[in-house]
């Protein structure tokens, strides 16, 4: 079992950048591979970046491409996105998750633990 819990979120201005964090519990985190997605009102839930295991691969959605950025850090059982140049589109709920067999995955069905979301709002 892992429990993943994302904070960072907030109100930010157009062009401005948040960091949002995600914790997971848990000793086998570094065997996860980790993926942020979002979802904005009245929409369905969208994929926006995925780590690798080991960090070896990143995918990134092609809205979120050059702005966003995943990283981890397996020694803190943590997993981050540094989001620069924020458009109000990126308004959305963030979460994290939690795929087994370690590989970067893009479909949230590959995911088996899910965080609560963290609100993300940029005012134009």
């Known amino acids: 079992q892992v429990q993943l819990v994302e904070s960072g979120g907030g109100l930010v201005q157009a062009g401005g950048s948040l960091r949002l964090s995600c914790a997971a519990s848990g000793r086998t985190f570094s065997t996860y591979a980790m993926g942020w997605f979002r979802q904005a009102p009245g929409k369905e839930r969208e994929f926006v970046a995925t780590i690798s295991w080991n960090s070896g691969n990143t995918y990134y959605a092609d809205s979120v491409k050059g702005r966003f950025t995943i990283s981890r850090d397996n020694a803190k059982n943590t997993v981050y996105l540094q989001m620069n140049s924020l458009k109000p589109e990126d308004t959305a709920v963030y979460y994290c998750?939690?795929?087994?067999?370690?590989?970067?995955?893009?479909?949230?069905?590959?995911?088996?633990?899910w965080g609560q979301g963290t609100q993300v709002t940029v005012s134009s």
């Open positions: 998750a939690a795929a087994r067999g370690g590989w970067a995955t893009r479909a949230s069905y590959d995911y088996n633990y």
